[in-house]
């Protein structure tokens, strides 16, 4: 059965902390990865992934995806507040784009 | 450019009643998906349709669900005689294409989603 497992579930930090979110995964006919932001309403789109070893920015955020060893992280340097949400991993799968998502890590960015 | 409207926002029905959860795809998107989070959950998939046609039911269950996605209006999930174990949120999400080439035009854009509550 495909499965994607995140990690940790939950984390605090103090702002400008810097996070490592994990996400690992066990599917068929892999095509890409993607991370998604949730606060109180949509999950907001943020990287795409699909090549080994080729990092993505946006600002603060970063990600890289390892197909050998299946997994991704995602990286946010000099957190902020604003970065409190629930940070969502999903694997694109099968003969269209099927999303298989992991329970999310939730993180809280204190003052 | 509207992103992906889903109404209401918030539902509340009691055991037994029906549940319709509407969902409008972005303008140009004709691929839509329905994705049910149950508390502390993630987002586990329900239904992929294109206009008028379900591709893959596979993840609703097989009875008191149905979705469907008219030539005109909105795509409708519809949950008849709603337990407790309903409850939950329920999102929606639409792309412009659906090749499972993962290319940027097939990135699932999602909705704010339904929050259910079953008294």
């Known amino acids: 059965e495909d499965k994607v497992v995140q990690s940790p579930l939950s984390l605090v930090v103090h702002e400008g902390d810097t996070v490592t979110l994990n996400c690992s995964y066990e599917v068929t006919n892999f095509r890409s990865l993607l991370w998604y932001k949730q606060e109180k309403k949509a999950p907001t789109f943020l990287f795409m992934l699909t090549s080994s070893g080729i990092e993505k920015k946006s600002g603060r955020l970063s990600s890289i995806l390892d197909k050998k060893e299946l997994f991704s992280i995602l990286n946010i340097t000099a957190t902020q507040t604003g970065d409190s949400a629930v940070y969502l991993c999903?694997?694109?799968?099968?003969?269209?784009?099927?999303?298989?998502f992991g329970a999310g890590t939730r993180l809280a960015v204190h003052p | 450019n509207a992103g992906v409207m889903q109404n209401p926002r918030h539902l509340v029905r009691r055991r037994g009643q029906e549940a319709r959860l509407r969902c409008s795809p972005m303008?140009?998107?004709?691929?839509v998906y329905w994705y049910r989070q149950l508390p502390e959950e993630g987002l586990k998939f329900m239904v992929y349709l294109q206009k008028e046609n379900i591709i893959d039911e596979s993840g609703m269950p097989k009875e008191r669900f149905s979705a469907e996605f008219p030539k005109e209006g909105p795509s409708i999930l519809r949950i008849q005689q709603v337990v407790r174990g309903d409850s939950a949120a329920y999102f929606c999400?639409?792309?412009?294409?659906?090749?499972?080439?993962?290319?940027?035009?097939?990135?699932?854009?999602f909705g704010p989603g339904t929050r259910l509550t079953v008294l």
């Open positions: 303008k140009g998107h004709s691929h």
């Open positions: 999903a694997v694109e799968t099968g003969g269209y784009n099927k999303l298989i």
């Open positions: 999400a639409s792309s412009l294409f659906s090749r499972g080439l993962a290319a940027d035009t097939d990135t699932q854009y």
